[in-house]
């Protein structure tokens, strides 16, 4: 079957420091790639969508200098929040998709928290 | 604009009794709705999704969903809850052939034993 795993599960930082998060397609191809953060009380927000040889996606209020995203093949992507403070505190969650299916298989997430 | 409601942020049911977590959409285009259950400290989890064709659709856990074009709605059902159904769901709307996904707010589902 499809599976997503995420690295790591669960990080603290110190406010201004980077971190940096993996996701691991397993079964199947992770053509494209979403990043989502869930913040405590919200819902899931798209970060930027990344799909192999082609430019990565960011929405509005994301941007590539905070949270650059690396996506080198069909079953890794990596995604660094740098300068993390208070605010970017929550479960990054990845999003992977084959192409021409239409289903996102999604991972445990990363938790992050700013100290 | 394209938006995914969920108008309960908690619902509390008995264990065995039926269930109900509604959802309504605003898209002006034929959505594509999926349901996600996310269990406690886990990430997301695929129940159902819907395209076309039948309006209700089957998942796993016995969990089905009605859709409806005249009421925008996409509500998730299930006829006897489990505590193991214990969790927070969310609806969600794609929009375009990226799949990129519009995400309601998510309803916390209690079982009572």
């Known amino acids: 079957g499809a599976l997503v795993y995420q690295y790591p599960r669960r990080t603290i930082c110190k406010s201004g420091t980077s971190m940096r998060m993996e996701c691991q397609a397993v079964?199947?191809?992770?053509?494209?790639v979403a990043w989502y953060r869930q913040s405590p009380q919200k819902t899931f927000e798209l970060i930027a969508l990344?799909?192999?040889?082609?430019?990565?996606?960011?929405e509005q209020n994301f941007t590539q200098e905070k949270f650059p995203i690396s996506h080198p093949n069909l079953s890794f992507s990596s995604m660094t929040v740098l300068n993390a403070y208070l605010e970017d505190r929550g479960l990054y969650l990845c999003?992977?998709?084959?192409?021409?299916?239409?289903?996102?298989?999604f991972g445990p997430g990363t938790r992050l928290l700013v100290l | 604009a394209q938006s995914v409601t969920q108008p309960d942020a908690r619902v509390t049911v008995s264990e065995g009794a039926s269930l109900q977590l509604r959802c309504k959409y605003s898209y002006s285009a034929t959505p594509y709705l999926f349901w996600y259950v996310q269990y406690p400290r886990q990430g997301l989890q695929l129940l159902l999704k819907?395209?076309?064709?039948d309006p209700v659709v089957q998942g796993v856990n016995s969990f089905e969903a009605e859709f409806s074009k005249s009421n925008s709605s996409f509500h998730l059902q299930k006829a006897s809850v489990h505590w193991s159904d214990s969790a927070v769901y969310f609806c969600?709307?794609?929009?375009?052939?990226?799949?990129?996904?519009?995400w309601g707010s998510g309803t916390k589902l209690i079982i009572k034993p």
């Open positions: 999003g992977a998709r084959e192409g021409g299916q239409d289903t996102q298989y």
């Open positions: 819907y395209y076309s064709g």
């Open positions: 079964g199947f191809q992770a053509t494209s």
């Open positions: 969600a709307l794609s929009i375009n052939s990226n799949y990129q996904l519009i």
């Open positions: 990344s799909t192999v040889n082609s430019a990565i996606k960011y």
